[in-house]
């Protein structure tokens, strides 16, 4: 079975550039979450979405980042301009009914 | 205060040891409650759920204490590969997820 499907899986970016970050969630799953994972802070919460439509983006940490679901089959997560600060480990996850969620293997992320 | 708490260690540990990790959670509205595993470089995975009764899988034992607010993992004759970060997850907004994950307590199980 496919599981959540993330890419790049690497990413380094100048200062200033926009990044897109892309997901596929497992077919059949109607929630899909992007979490941030830094050392400092763990693992955050930054939106997600229920029948591809944004729940909950409380999490986001400014205007600079967007998110979009435009099918149950596809996400993406835009920052733009990109910062050092946004240095991180970016997931996305799905889950079907329930609150456990299966993680895709993420996107480092590096803004220079 | 954070919404979940852990130690962070690391806890070292012989193999065959017993180890038990703890965690406390703010919320008290939160309804299910969770270990994950995460790998170094890896994505967090589900380890097992937590219920109110205690629950056990092979050599790890959950428990959940509502009225403390405070979650348990315990792992039996421990494995080399055991050696990973151990997060507590909670989630208060029912089937549509929302966990919320403490920052995680790195285990390392040595030979």
């Known amino acids: 079975d496919a599981g959540v499907i993330q890419s790049p899986r690497h990413e380094v970016t100048e200062m200033g550039q926009e990044v897109t970050l892309r997901c596929k969630p497992i077919?059949?799953?109607?929630?899909l979450f992007w979490y941030r994972q830094t050392m400092m802070r763990g693992l955050e919460l930054l939106i997600y979405?229920?029948?591809?439509?944004?729940?909950?983006d409380s999490g986001m940490p400014e205007d600079r980042f967007s998110a979009k679901m435009p099918n149950a089959s596809f996400s993406t997560l835009k920052i733009q301009p990109s910062e050092p600060r946004d240095s991180a480990v970016y997931f996305c996850?799905?889950?079907?009914?329930?609150?456990?969620?299966?993680f895709g293997q993420g996107t480092r992320l590096t803004v220079v | 205060r954070k919404e979940v708490e852990q130690d962070p260690g690391p806890f070292n540990v012989p193999e065959g040891a017993t180890v038990a990790f703890n965690c406390t959670y703010s919320?008290?509205?939160?309804?299910?409650f969770f270990w994950y595993r995460q790998d170094c470089r890896k994505e967090p995975k589900l380890l097992m759920s937590v219920y109110s009764s205690g629950n056990e899988d092979g050599r790890f034992t959950a428990q959940l204490n509502r009225a403390s607010q405070y979650i348990s993992l315990l792992i039996r004759d421990s494995k080399l590969s055991d050696s990973a970060t151990y997060l507590c997850?909670?989630?208060?907004?029912?089937?549509?997820?929302?966990?919320?994950f403490g920052k995680g307590t790195k285990l390392s199980v040595k030979p």
């Open positions: 919320n008290s509205a939160s309804q299910s």
């Open positions: 997850v909670v989630n208060y907004r029912g089937s549509q997820g929302n966990l919320i």
């Open positions: 979405f229920n029948n591809n439509v944004p729940i909950d």
């Open positions: 996850a799905s889950s079907l009914d329930r609150p456990e969620a299966f």
């Open positions: 077919s059949g799953h109607n929630s």
